[in-house]
T-cell receptor, first 111, second 115 residues
Framework: SQQGEEDPQALSIQEGENATMNCSYK?????LQWYRQNSGRGLVHLIL?????REKHSGRLRVTLDTSKKSSSLLITASRAADTASYFC???????????FGAGTILRVKS | DTGVSQDPRHKITKRGQNVTFRCDPI?????LYWYRQTLGQGPEFLTY????????KSRLLSDRFSAERPKGSFSTLEIQRTEQGDSAMYLC?????????????FGPGTRLTVT
């Protein structure tokens, strides 16, 4: 069973716009990770944020984590057509080792 | 620098046949994971190894499934007496370190189709 839920399920934006995806989860976590998946490249790790962190940046990516609300968001700024993919959040529980994925958000960036 | 590799990339088999998949992790990674992904869903955990020890198995891993990592390097996942419900993408991942705070690197997956 999957712990997280991403919102929205699908998102379509114009190139250059920002994209925001949200993730909610159910249990205490050690860390939360975001992954991208497209048909050509498989699952690619984007960013990891630990439970004691609130915000993290990597290039055009900004991730926030609110452990009191058990939620996270991924912001992609100045989107490009190449950002078109499915985005998954995945959590590692406080005393666990495996990744527990949500169902993902399908992002389409139109050029 | 090579990433995680999986072989074969695609497998078509008839119901009732056995299949075996191989995963070669990133060489310095001591943790290896297997996940299964069906269309429109995120990956679901199957099992994981730390070195050669299989430390956790999901309830998804029925008696027909077995995984090994004999020398702490590559791993195999075998499915016996395949069923149509086994059709999915089987993903392998590896990570560095002895705690849970490391990202996992995924291979390209093996797509299994059971006819």
């Amino acid at each position: 069973s999957q712990q997280g839920e991403e919102d929205p399920q699908a998102l379509s934006i114009q190139e250059g716009e920002n994209a925001t995806m949200n993730c909610s989860y159910k249990t205490s976590i050690n860390n939360l990770q975001w992954y991208r998946q497209n048909s050509g490249r498989g699952l690619v790790h984007l960013i990891l944020i630990r439970s004691n962190e609130r915000e993290k940046h990597s290039g055009r990516l900004r991730v926030t984590l609110d452990t009191s609300k058990k939620s996270s968001s991924l912001l992609i700024t100045a989107s490009r057509a190449a950002d078109t993919a499915s985005y998954f959040c995945a959590t590692v529980r406080e005393y666990g080792n495996k990744l527990v994925f949500g169902a993902g958000t399908i992002l389409r960036v139109k050029s | 620098d090579t990433g995680v590799s999986q072989d074969p990339r695609h497998k078509i088999t008839k119901r009732g046949q056995n299949v075996t998949f191989r995963c070669d992790p990133i060489s310095e990674h001591n943790r290896l994971y297997w996940y299964r992904q069906t269309l429109g869903q995120g990956p679901e955990f199957l099992t994981y190894f730390q070195n050669e020890a299989q430390l956790e198995k999901s309830r998804l891993l029925s008696d027909r499934f077995s995984a090994e990592r004999p020398k702490g390097s590559f791993s195999t996942l075998e499915i016996q007496r395949t069923e149509q419900g086994d059709s999915a993408m089987y993903l392998c991942a590896s990570s560095h370190g002895f705690d849970r705070g490391y990202e996992q690197y995924f291979g390209p997956g093996t797509r299994l189709t059971v006819t």
